[in-house]
């Protein structure tokens, strides 16, 4: 089986976290945020793996090769411009098969893929969604099914006041090529606001599953994912711990600091007596002087944190230092 991932957007709202490294390799507890995606997508009997990038992969590439041994084998497809959701899907079709998986590349999940795939061919759809519960629709598409899961209405970012819960889509979708049917080659396409409008009566279908999900986003989101990770809520292949914590074997703690309630600490951190980091995740080579505090913040790679000094619900970029 074949997924198409989308990755090409460009990670804004997680700035400066993702100036210099793109959102979808962004470290997430202990492996780029990729990493989790690829291993659930091989857990449902993905094998191969194509990310769909807007722009160069260098970077990409680099961190996440061919795919690691035992799991879906990797590779790239790049657009000569972001073409959009739409778009992307439409330029990698001649590589993919008659169906396939599509999924945004953004979120967190370990909903039931196979579940979905059943479904679809059960009832013979051209496209079906994982949908998705939640209490504010008005970032996501919100979509309204009929009992027996036939798509009748797919509204793309409702306007507040617009609707409360409701069941939005996921990001999840098994597609056949059929479904491109009348896509024109080549030019920016949302799949949210022209397709799935386009094929309501159509062949669109919707299937709420049930498990994890989350779009790591935002700061607030990313540390989220970081505690539910880490304390299990969401099932992944990382080691969990009850108080949220996760401590490479490759930083260096001084016995009088405390680390947690939740925190992540990467290889090459120092943290010095007295130290207290809760809340917090810090990237690779950090320095927290002794005394510090650091809470409910994330310290890109080589953040350098003074002696005494206080970092409270900051993103920090790569390198930054603060004063005491
Ligand atoms: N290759 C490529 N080219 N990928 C793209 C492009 C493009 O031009 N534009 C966006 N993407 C990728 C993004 O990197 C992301 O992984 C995914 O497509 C979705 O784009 P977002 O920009 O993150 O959309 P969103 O979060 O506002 O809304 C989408 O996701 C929601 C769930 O998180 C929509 O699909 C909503 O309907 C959905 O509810
Ligand atoms: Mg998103």
């Not at 990797?74 to 411009?81: A, F, K």
Request: proline content about 6%.
């Amino acid at each position: 089986m074949q997924a198409l991932v989308l990755v090409g957007g460009k990670g804004t709202r997680l700035r400066p976290l993702t100036t210099e490294i793109p959102k979808p390799i962004l470290t997430l507890v202990d492996r780029p945020f990729l990493s989790y995606m690829i291993e659930w997508l091989g857990s449902h009997g993905v094998d191969e793996v194509v990310l769909a990038c807007g722009f160069l992969p260098d970077q990409l590439e680099e961190v996440l090769g061919d795919g690691e041994p035992g799991g879906p084998s990797v590779r790239y497809l790049v657009e000569p411009e972001p073409l959009g959701t739409g778009g992307a899907i439409r330029f990698a079709l001649p590589e993919l098969e008659e169906r396939f998986f599509a999924l945004n590349g953004d979120v967190l999940t370990d909903l039931d893929l196979s579940a979905l795939w059943d479904s679809h061919l059960d009832r013979g759809a051209r496209a079906s969604l994982g949908l998705y519960p939640v209490e504010d629709p008005t970032g996501y598409g919100l979509v309204d099914l009929a009992d027996d899961g036939r798509v009748l209405d797919f509204h793309e970012k409702p306007e507040p006041g617009h609707a409360g819960a409701g069941l939005i889509n996921a990001g999840t979708y098994v597609l056949e090529k059929s479904a491109f049917d009348g896509v024109p080659e080549g030019r920016e396409v949302s799949i949210e606001r022209e397709i799935f409008p386009g094929l309501v009566g159509n062949g669109l279908y919707g299937v709420r599953l049930d498990g994890y999900w989350v779009d790591i986003g935002t700061p607030d989101r990313y540390l989220d994912a970081s505690w539910d990770i880490i304390e299990g809520r969401v099932t992944t292949e990382v080691e969990t711990d009850p108080s949220g914590v996760h401590v490479d074997p490759g930083a260096t703690i001084s016995g009088e600091a405390t680390i947690g309630p939740r925190a992540v600490v990467a290889s090459g951190c120092t943290i010095g007596p007295g130290a207290e980091v809760t809340g917090s995740v810090l990237l690779d080579g950090c320095e927290i002087g002794k005394d510090a505090v650091v809470s409910n913040s994330i310290l890109s790679a080589g953040v350098n944190v003074a002696a005494g000094a206080n970092v409270s619900d900051r993103v920090l970029g790569k390198q930054e230092s603060v004063n005491a």
